[in-house]
């Protein structure tokens, strides 16, 4: 082949050795995608080079990005904020063995701090289990209920729910607060706990705060509340709810979720 081409045997063996255009540019790709996304793995980096239009497999990202040093980056640590100890009523989980078939119905709520260079902060979230989307949020200095509260009525102003509603969290005493419960009753939702001293009955809420910590809040020093606030919020409503793929939804984002099920229900 090389005799009919004119080529010589040293030449046709550097080019093998050379990688391709094709390979050069995959490569590109794969650099650009593990910075935009360093908590990636290598299969999310894998759905995320698909979307944009590389058609690639688990198994060569993996290998690329072993050959090029491109570790997925780890940080953990926990602190408590769950206080049970209260006598306030106690609600039975109604999450356990639900499996919801559509939107609102059913949503974790949970609460998390965030480090800042001379005190803390914490977070409260509110997550629709069947998109993983974030619909409700607060940042606040103080863990009283006020904090969960203003993210469960940004959750309700929202998505106003109107069919049946579980609302699923921990025993924490902002959650069993009369404040709380009487504002989850006044708009029809039902009140689920987690049993005690079990963590994975709200594993929801768990996964999405670890993602929280590891991809944002690990990443970062903020200085003050309003910069946490801006720089967490931006992570929540433009990274996490728009850009970030998750594997339960079969690598794609929250949003783009929702908008294929609007889109069905228009055509329907």
């Not at 995959?26 to 979307?51: C, N, S, V």
């Not at 803390?120 to 209920?145: C, K, M, N, Q």
């Not at 987690?194 to 994975?200: A, F, L």
């Not at 794609?252 to 908008?259: C, D, N, T, V």
Request: with cysteine; aromatic share 10%.
């Amino acid at each position: 082949m090389c005799r009919l081409a004119g080529l010589s045997r040293a030449g046709f063996y550097r080019k093998l050795q050379q990688p391709d255009e094709y390979e050069m540019g995959l490569r590109a790709a794969l650099h650009e995608a593990a910075l935009e996304h360093p908590f990636y793995g290598y299969r999310r980096l894998t759905h995320e080079l698909k979307r944009r239009g590389w058609t690639v497999g688990e198994r060569r990202v993996r290998r690329m990005m072993r050959e090029d040093n491109l570790l997925r980056l780890r940080k953990t640590r926990r602190f408590q904020t769950t206080d049970s100890r209260h006598d306030r009523p106690i609600y039975p989980n109604l999450a356990r063995d639900l499996r919801p078939a559509g939107l609102n119905q059913l949503w974790v709520a949970d609460i998390t701090y965030v480090r800042l260079r001379a005190e803390f902060i914490y977070a409260a979230v509110v997550l629709d289990v069947f998109s993983r989307r974030v619909v409700g949020w607060a940042i606040g200095p103080g863990l009283e209920t006020e904090l969960p509260l203003a993210a469960l009525e940004q959750a309700l102003e929202a998505r106003r729910p109107t069919g049946e509603l579980v609302h699923h969290s921990d025993r924490g005493t902002q959650y069993a607060s009369h404040k709380y419960v009487d504002k989850l009753r006044a708009n029809g939702v039902r009140i689920s706990m987690s049993r005690k001293g079990n963590p994975y009955d709200n594993a929801f809420a768990e996964s999405f705060m670890k993602t929280l910590k590891t991809e944002e809040v690990y990443a970062n020093e903020y200085e003050t509340l309003e910069e946490a606030q801006a720089e967490i919020g931006r992570f929540v409503e433009v990274i996490y709810n728009r850009k970030r793929l998750h594997s339960a939804l079969g690598y794609r984002p929250p949003a783009e979720l929702e908008a294929e099920l609007a889109n069905a229900k228009t055509a329907a």
